[in-house]
């Protein structure tokens, strides 16, 4: 006889990813690009119901970067200002080098996205070899910093299987994914997809969330919360809210979340909890 199911979690983990490295500020004016934009709008997110925020940063001309002192910068700011679990991309834009992604841990985030292998990414190619995955993985078990293992397609999952059994669990012992669908060149954001990528994930993994972008947003959603699953929504991911009626700020993204979660019955995690979910450590 097959064991019953596990449970799904009592509560569910918002993350939101309020800029990302795709949409400019000239065609997007709301969008939080300045360190007073992004700790005004992760203020406003954890009472939302956010407990954890995936950072992209910016220069002071509005463009991606992954500068070390603006890193640090943002880091302390968002700690002094807020309590959400702060995970730093380590993605960058899809051009920045291996090189400069491994910076950031530099500035002594509680987590960073960990992307398990390679994709097209629209017209770009977000690049992320064997090698590189590696390097940065065993370098955040060594800085005690918490990955989250961004997996943008089935092959995505079967290395990071692959990276479990070879160099063993992240630093804190918990195994946290997160599943990005509906970017043009990896998996669809359908309900299908989903459910085949969970079945998939390797029996270490302890928590996963869903990311649809673009229209994906809500059909990702409420498939991840019918699975048990929990979610990743902002300004990154998508800036239509619905059909015609563009995306007013990150906040309405986690309220809609957290009312979906509510309505389930799994409201938001706290801060507190998120922290003890992914173990990350005290800083």
């Not at 799904?8 to 300045?34: C, F, M, N, Q, W």
């Not at 299908?192 to 990702?220: H, I």
């Not at 048990?228 to 619905?242: I, Y």
Request: with cysteine; glycine share 8%.
């Amino acid at each position: 006889m097959a064991p019953a199911p596990a449970p799904p979690p009592a509560r569910t983990l918002i993350t939101v990813a309020p800029t990302g490295a795709e949409s400019t500020k000239a065609d997007v004016p709301h969008l939080p690009t300045t360190l007073d934009e992004l700790v005004a709008t992760a203020a406003a997110c954890e009472a939302a119901g956010a407990a954890m925020i995936h950072v992209h940063i910016r220069a002071a001309d509005h463009r991606p970067t992954l500068a070390p002192a603006r890193l640090s910068e943002t880091v302390e700011a968002l700690r002094q200002h807020t309590n959400l679990v702060i995970q730093l991309s380590s993605g960058g834009a899809v051009t920045d080098p291996y090189e400069r992604r491994l910076h950031v841990l530099d500035a002594e985030p509680d987590a960073c996205s960990l992307t398990m292998g390679t994709v097209n990414f629209g017209d770009g190619v977000f690049m992320n070899s064997w090698p590189f995955i590696v390097e940065l993985y065993q370098l955040t078990q060594q800085r005690e910093v918490v990955p989250e293992f961004e997996l943008f397609d089935l092959g995505h999952i079967a290395a990071l299987g692959r990276l479990l059994d070879v160099y063993g669990l992240p630093y804190g012992g918990a195994v946290h994914a997160d599943l990005v669908m509906g970017v043009p060149g990896g998996m669809p954001g359908d309900t299908a997809t989903l459910v085949a990528a969970v079945a998939a994930l390797p029996p270490a993994v302890t928590s996963w969330s869903a990311t649809g972008v673009g229209r994906t947003t809500l059909p990702v959603a409420l498939a991840a919360l019918s699975a048990g699953g929990h979610l990743r929504v902002g300004m990154e991911d998508t800036l239509t809210f619905a059909k015609g009626q563009p995306v007013r700020d990150n906040a309405q993204l986690v309220e809609r979340a957290a009312q979906l979660g509510t309505l389930v019955g799994r409201p938001p995690m706290t801060t507190d909890e998120a922290r003890a979910l992914l173990n990350v450590k005290g800083r």
